[in-house]
């Protein structure tokens, strides 16, 4: 079978978003099938074709009579993306700068850190200094010594409690 080269530029990754919206889980296969199987790929359509055929997939499981998840729900499914695809550890943050159009938001655009995520710093800064550092360039390890000694980096400061 013959596949159609595709590129960003010709914009047929969109039509694979919206097709992803409108998913159950009977249509679920051969749409996958279709996503890796019709196209030939360059370096951007297949992040398009990976991210389309997984939120397809929870377009698909959110129809079935066990789904119907609410919105904080969905914000949870992104974080356990986030930590289980990205291999993203610790605290984290998500920010949209969209919000700084409003001021009711400038709270999330303050430079405060938790005082547990400051806690967490320390100890990763810690056990890094405690491991294998001779592959380290000197100005990361400097840099975790402060962290560990007690200066919190790039302006922030450690929110009171």
Known sequence: MN???ITEEMG???EFYEEAKGMTLDKLPEFLSRLM???DHDYGTICHALAAGAIATMWAMNKHPQGGITGFQAGCIMWEFIRNWMNEEGPLKLLSYEKMLYPQYIDRFDKIISKDTWEWLQEQAKQ???GDIKEVHPAVVAHWSRIKD???PFGYRVAEE
């Open 12 to 14: 047929i990754h969109k």
């Open 128 to 130: 890094k200094l405690d």
């Open 3 to 5: 596949k159609k080269t």
């Open 150 to 152: 007690g200066e919190v």
């Open 37 to 39: 199987n019709d196209y």
